[in-house]
């Protein structure tokens, strides 16, 4: 394989057309390269950290993704999307990822709750409701995450799922509750 130019971002051309969600392309660099250095190529990393898998996902390009998917394993398609669609074209093609964690124990649901993506936390509560009781290596919980940042809609979904997990602390003591006051959250310390 010859060296691959980057852009500015240290994008590879896959990178890049990832980032463009030009299928096409994407093929196109998939069919001229050979399965081992297709595999390097796959979870190549520009200067952010990101593989192309990652922007395509991160821009929710779809059909992108699941062209991409065709060529991973398991363990390299293991991230989560921001997009609820992108999201469920992983969970067909890797059924158990909602239950993945890192090593801080951070699941997709404290990913997706932390940010406030409500659609992707009920795609992902309807999944598995037992996601709500997952804390991370902190003791907190999706709850907490939710409430610290202010994010009404996604506290609203994990307690009409689990009620209990209003009362789960973490490592400190503190509850969901203490979060929003902390978050400076009114609302939600008020409801």
Same mark, same amino acid.
């Given at each position: 394989m010859t060296k691959q130019l980057t852009g500015k971002r240290g994008?590879?051309? /896959?990178?890049?057309?990832?980032?463009?969600?030009? @299928?096409?392309?994407?093929?196109? @660099?998939f069919s001229r390269t050979?399965?081992?250095?297709?595999?390097k190529l796959l979870i190549e990393q520009n200067q952010s950290g990101e593989i192309a898998l990652y922007v395509a996902a991160e821009y929710c390009y $779809? &059909?992108? #993704? $699941?062209?991409? /998917?065709?060529?991973?394993?398991?363990v390299s398609a293991s991230l989560f999307g921001t997009c609820a669609e992108v999201l469920k074209a992983l969970q067909k093609a890797v059924p158990e990822l909602s239950m993945t964690v890192d090593l801080s124990?951070?699941?997709a649901l404290h990913t997706a709750a932390t940010q406030g993506y409500n659609e992707v936390v009920n795609f992902l509560l309807a999944l598995n409701g037992s996601l709500t009781k997952i804390?991370?290596?902190t003791g !907190?919980?999706?709850?907490?995450?939710?409430?610290?940042?202010?994010?009404?809609d #996604? $506290? !609203?979904? @994990?307690?009409?799922? &689990?009620?209990?997990?209003?009362?789960?602390? &973490?490592?400190?003591?503190q509850t969901a /509750?203490?979060?929003?006051a902390k978050g400076q959250n009114i609302e939600l310390v008020e409801c």
């Open positions: 994008d590879t051309p /896959l990178h890049s057309a990832s980032r463009a969600g030009k @299928i096409a392309e994407i093929k196109e @660099i050979n399965d081992e250095d297709l595999k $779809v &059909d992108v #993704v $699941v062209e991409m /998917l065709k060529y991973y394993d398991i124990n951070t699941t804390a991370k290596n !907190k919980t999706a709850l907490h995450s939710a409430a610290r940042n202010g994010h009404f #996604v $506290v !609203k979904s @994990i307690l009409v799922k &689990d009620q209990s997990t209003a009362t789960q602390t &973490d490592k400190k003591g /509750l203490h979060m929003a």
